[in-house]
């Protein structure tokens, strides 16, 4: 049982232990996310190796980024608060032959187990779905080593993300099942920025990821509107 206090949404984390047998189809309720990987794999490779890092992924879900990440030679942990979530992921790495570490445990308890500890942190698509996105940036930023890199990516809030984001993706086009997202908790890019500043991060860079639904592919473009990635760096 979650205690009050904790900064999980119970009704959220339990969708997402519903569909923890589906994390690994490419075609089912998690496409989006298989879709997306390779562009924020780019991203972050665009701003610093994984060869040989130390990487948090936090709210890794079944391990999608996780595991790309360990392909490309990080070292990789992996935290969620979906224990379901948390056994796919550790079968599928056992069966990829990547050594991946995942635990159960909140991002700001691991932070004062275990402060600056990761060269890189990856905190993806988790933001929008915990009540208080600030206590999570906060962590990441206590966990990270100086000089260390954090990427964020989530989805904006603003007339078009709705359309987009929920009305298109859940309703009319079915990437989604309906009532992954809610509107309200979408994160506008200045409120990443403050937050991330707010604990003591450099926002570097800000890319949006563009769908196009009718080749259904992502890509990277200066259009933040609707999904977009940021780079921090801690100083
Ligand atoms: N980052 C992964 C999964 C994104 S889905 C990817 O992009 O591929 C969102 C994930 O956040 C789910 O696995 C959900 O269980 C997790 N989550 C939601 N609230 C959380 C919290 N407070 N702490 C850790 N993980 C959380």
């Given at each position: 049982?979650?205690?009050?206090?904790?900064?999980?949404?119970?009704?959220?984390?339990?969708?997402f232990e519903?569909?923890a047998?589906?994390w690994?189809?490419?075609?089912?309720?998690?496409?989006?996310?298989?879709?997306?990987?390779?562009?924020?794999?780019?991203?972050?490779?665009?701003?610093?190796?994984?060869?040989?890092?130390?990487?948090?992924?936090?709210g890794c879900g079944g391990g999608?980024?996780a595991?790309?990440?360990?392909?490309?030679?990080?070292?990789?942990t992996g935290i969620d608060m979906a224990e379901a979530a948390l056994n796919v992921a550790r079968h599928h790495a056992?069966?990829?032959?990547?050594?991946i570490e995942y635990a159960r445990i909140?991002?700001?308890?691991?932070?004062?187990?275990?402060?600056?500890?990761?060269?890189?942190?990856?905190?993806?698509?988790?933001?929008?779905?915990?009540?208080?996105?600030?206590?999570?940036?906060?962590?990441?930023?206590?966990?990270?080593?100086?000089?260390?890199?954090?990427?964020?990516?989530?989805?904006?809030?603003?007339?078009?993300?709705?359309?987009?984001?929920?009305?298109?993706?859940?309703?009319?086009?079915?990437?989604?099942?309906?009532?992954?997202?809610?509107?309200?908790?979408?994160?506008?890019?200045?409120?990443?920025?403050?937050?991330?500043?707010?604990?003591?991060?450099?926002?570097?860079?800000?890319?949006?990821?563009?769908?196009?639904?009718?080749?259904?592919?992502?890509?990277?473009?200066?259009?933040?509107?609707?999904?977009?990635?940021?780079?921090?760096?801690?100083?």
């Amino acid at each position: 049982m979650h205690k009050q206090t904790d900064n999980v949404d119970a009704s959220d984390i339990a969708r997402f232990e519903a569909l923890a047998h589906r994390w690994w189809d490419s075609q089912g309720e998690f496409k989006p996310l298989h879709d997306i990987n390779p562009i924020r794999l780019g991203f972050v490779e665009r701003h610093t190796s994984l060869v040989g890092k130390s990487v948090l992924d936090v709210g890794c879900g079944g391990g999608i980024l996780a595991e790309a990440m360990a392909g490309k030679g990080a070292s990789v942990t992996g935290i969620d608060m979906a224990e379901a979530a948390l056994n796919v992921a550790r079968h599928h790495a056992e069966e990829s032959k990547l050594m991946i570490e995942y635990a159960r445990i909140p991002a700001e308890t691991l932070a004062q187990q275990q402060p600056e500890s990761y060269d890189i942190i990856t905190c993806m698509e988790m933001l929008e779905h915990v009540p208080n996105p600030a206590a999570i940036i906060q962590a990441c930023a206590t966990l990270v080593k100086p000089e260390g890199y954090i990427f964020f990516s989530t989805l904006n809030r603003n007339p078009k993300s709705f359309l987009f984001a929920i009305l298109g993706a859940e309703y009319l086009l079915h990437l989604l099942p309906r009532g992954t997202h809610e509107y309200g908790k979408f994160i506008r890019p200045s409120e990443l920025s403050f937050w991330a500043r707010q604990s003591g991060l450099e926002p570097a860079d800000i890319q949006g990821m563009g769908y196009n639904p009718l080749t259904r592919t992502y890509k990277i473009t200066p259009d933040v509107d609707v999904n977009y990635l940021m780079a921090a760096r801690k100083p």
